[in-house]
């Protein structure tokens, strides 16, 4: 039984940045992914981090601008945004990896993970 609470979103002019936090309840070793969903389109893998922190992966999309980091201790895993795009603008939400090889592979996709959050609102617009 994990729950997971994402926050941090809201607007931002294209070229800011945005800092986005996932709090997990309890404590575990789970790996964490992030993933967006535009309107009308499919969910998209962002970034992933092993459970100790040791492997992180990122989209393609994202590289370069985007950094997962994680703390333990807090339970919370974190996703800085930065150099934000318009297409950029989505629901970002953090999930759980199960213990699939794609969670210990810190994969970016969606069948590796589970125990989503609610997501948060993240718009790029001038």
């Known amino acids: 039984q994990l729950q997971l609470v994402e926050s941090g979103g809201g607007l931002v002019q294209p070229g800011g940045s945005l800092r986005l936090s996932c709090a997990a309840s309890g404590f575990t070793l789970d790996s964490i992914g992030w993933f967006r969903q535009a309107p009308g389109k499919e969910r998209e893998g962002v970034s992933c981090?092993?459970?100790?922190?040791?492997?992180?992966n990122y989209a393609d999309s994202v590289k370069g601008r985007f950094t997962i980091s994680r703390d333990n201790a807090k339970n919370t895993v974190y996703l800085q945004m930065n150099s934000l795009k318009p297409e950029d603008t989505a629901v970002y939400y953090c999930?759980?990896?199960?213990?699939?090889?794609?969670?210990?592979?810190?994969?970016?996709?969606?069948?590796?993970?589970?125990?989503w959050g609610q997501g948060t609102q993240v718009t790029v617009s001038s």
């Open positions: 981090i092993s459970s100790n922190g040791g492997r992180t």
């Open positions: 999930a759980a990896g199960t213990k699939s090889f794609i969670a210990r592979l810190c994969g970016l996709s969606a069948a590796g993970f589970g125990s």
